[in-house]
């Protein structure tokens, strides 16, 4: 069974960088079928995409947020991430890793979800 | 970008009743790339609906989807007390590539 465990600081400082990794287990993370994304949840509110990233390293932003964002693969580890810089409290959230199956040349929706982690951004 | 407007906001029903609810485009989605979820609270959200009306995994078939170009529904057709729960509409393909609905609350009537 495919599991998808988030990992990171669950607080951080305003306009510092945010670094969360998620752990893929029971599957592979190199895998063509697949892309890896990130999915935040401000407390108390709705779903926002923040990217995805193909095993070859590709990647695809929110545009709202991309000047911010780097997401990275380690295949060898089974592991992608998430690096937000120069956060601000409207960053807080529940941020959740993803799976989103590939057809064609399009991944449209998420089968796989984390349990998410909170990350707070507080001084 | 492609704005989903989720309606109604709140939805209240007993177990045993059927739900309707609406999921309205600001363009046409294509069917292909309109997804619906479940969110339990202190859960993850889980994928119901993909395709616009093809279930997921291990979903019951009391679920359903349906629609095209700018008006999607997701029906419930028999509340069972596990339903309860906030449903979100989702589209892929526009930028941002993935927008999601504001959601809608089911509640216990």
């Known amino acids: 069974q495919l599991q998808l465990q988030e990992s990171g600081p669950g607080l951080v400082k305003p306009s510092e960088t945010l670094s969360l990794t998620c752990t893929v287990s029971g599957g592979s993370i190199s895998s063509s079928s697949y892309y890896w994304g990130w999915i935040r949840q401000p407390p108390g509110k709705g779903l926002e995409w923040v990217g995805s990233?193909?095993?070859?390293?590709?990647?695809y932003y929110n545009p709202s947020l991309e000047s911010r964002l780097t997401i990275s693969v380690d295949t060898s580890k089974n592991q992608f991430f998430l690096k937000m810089r120069f956060v601000t409290a409207a960053d807080t959230a529940v941020y959740y890793c993803t799976r989103a199956t590939r057809s064609g040349s399009h991944h449209p929706d998420f089968d796989y979800w984390g349990q998410g982690t909170l990350v707070t951004v507080s001084s | 970008e492609i704005v989903l407007t989720q309606s109604p906001g709140t939805l209240s029903l007993s177990p045993g009743e059927r739900a309707t609810l609406s999921c309205r485009a600001s363009?046409?989605?294509?069917?292909?790339?309109l997804a619906w979820y479940q969110q339990k609270p202190g859960q993850a959200p889980r994928l119901l609906i993909y395709g616009a009306s093809s279930r997921a995994t291990d979903i019951p078939d009391r679920f359903s989807g349906s629609g095209s170009g700018t008006d999607f529904t997701l029906t419930i057709s028999r509340l069972e007390p596990e339903d309860f729960a906030v449903y979100y509409c989702?589209?892929?393909?526009?930028?941002?590539?993935?927008?999601f609905g504001q959601g809608t609350k089911l509640e216990i009537k």
């Open positions: 989702q589209q892929y393909g526009s930028s941002p590539l993935y927008t």
């Open positions: 990233i193909y095993y070859t390293g590709s990647t």
């Open positions: 363009q046409s989605v294509s069917s292909s790339y």
